[in-house]
Nanobody, 122 residues
Framework: QVQLVESGGGLVQAGGSLRLSCAAS????????MGWFRQAPGKEREFVAR????????DYVDSVKGRFTISRDNAKNTVYLQMNSLKPEDTAVYYC???????????????WGQGTQVTVSS
C-alpha cells in the first residue's frame, strides 16, 4: 500500500509558477511510475505528466510541454511538478498517482492522493 499526499497548490496570476509536491508513505516509490493528473470542474480527469521509476524518462500532455517539469527524489519518496508560465486553463485539482505500468491511463494507476487545488487568475 502507498499513501500519497499532495501539497503546493494555491492561487497564482497568469504567467506565475507553482511547485507541487507529492509525498509518499508506505511502500517506497521506487517500485512505481508516478504520474500527475488534473481535473477541472465539469471535465474528466486528464493526464498531465509521468516519470519512470528511475526518473530517466518523462512524458507530458502537449498543452504543458515546455512549461511543466516532473521530477522525483526516490530518497525522499517524493515526486514534484514544477509549473511555470501558468495559464487560466491550467486551473484544476491536481492529483499525483502511482502505477506499476508506464501509462497515461487513469485506470492503470493504483494509488491516488487527495488532490491539491491550483487556480490561475487572468
Amino acid at each position: 500500500q502507498v499513501q500519497l499526499v499532495e501539497s503546493g497548490g494555491g492561487l497564482v496570476q497568469a504567467g506565475g509558477s507553482l511547485r507541487l509536491s507529492c509525498a509518499a508513505s508506505g511502500r517506497t516509490l521506487n517500485y512505481y511510475t508516478m504520474g500527475w493528473f488534473r481535473q477541472a470542474p465539469g471535465k474528466e480527469r486528464e493526464f498531465v505528466a509521468r516519470i519512470t521509476r528511475s526518473g530517466g524518462i518523462t512524458d507530458y500532455v502537449d498543452s504543458v510541454k515546455g512549461r511543466f517539469t516532473i521530477s522525483r527524489d526516490n530518497a525522499k519518496n517524493t515526486v514534484y511538478l514544477q509549473m511555470n508560465s501558468l495559464k487560466p486553463e491550467d486551473t484544476a485539482v491536481y492529483y499525483c498517482a502511482a502505477s506499476q505500468a508506464y501509462s497515461i491511463m487513469t485506470r492503470l494507476y493504483n494509488y491516488w492522493g487527495q488532490g491539491t487545488q491550483v487556480t490561475v487568475s487572468s
